[in-house]
């Protein structure tokens, strides 16, 4: 069982940054492989990126790609996602996943789940 906390959202202007962090209990941490996704208000969640359970394979969406950054610290059971050039496009709600097996796209591949933090961009 794997119980997963968010922190570092907030308001931002265009072009701003953020980092978000994901805070995980568990012993096996560091056997799962982890991820970011969002869901905007009349949306589908959709996948941002992720990062394998060793952190040497990293995974982003098209439209993040060059502005976000995944890692993860297996010592300190956390993984982290570093926005820069944040769009107002990026606002949505930020929920951190893990999977106990390899990397996966579609959300509902995802073993747990965070509840979310809000990320709003202002333009």
């Known amino acids: ?61 098209d439209s993040v790609k060059g502005r976000f950054t995944i890692s993860r610290d297996n010592a300190k059971n956390a993984v982290y996602l570093q926005m820069n050039s944040l769009k107002p496009e990026d606002t949505a709600v930020y929920a951190c996943a893990a999977r106990e097996s390899r990397v996966a796209m579609r959300a509902r591949m995802w073993d747990y789940w965070g509840q979310g933090t809000q990320v709003t961009v202002s333009s």
């Open 1 to 61: 069982q794997v119980q997963l906390v968010e922190s570092g959202g907030g308001l931002v202007q265009a072009g701003g940054s953020l980092r978000l962090s994901c805070a995980a209990s568990g012993r096996t941490f560091s056997s799962y492989a982890m991820g970011w996704f969002r869901q905007a208000p009349g949306k589908e969640r959709e996948f941002v990126s992720a990062v394998s359970w060793s952190g040497s394979s990293q995974y982003y969406a």
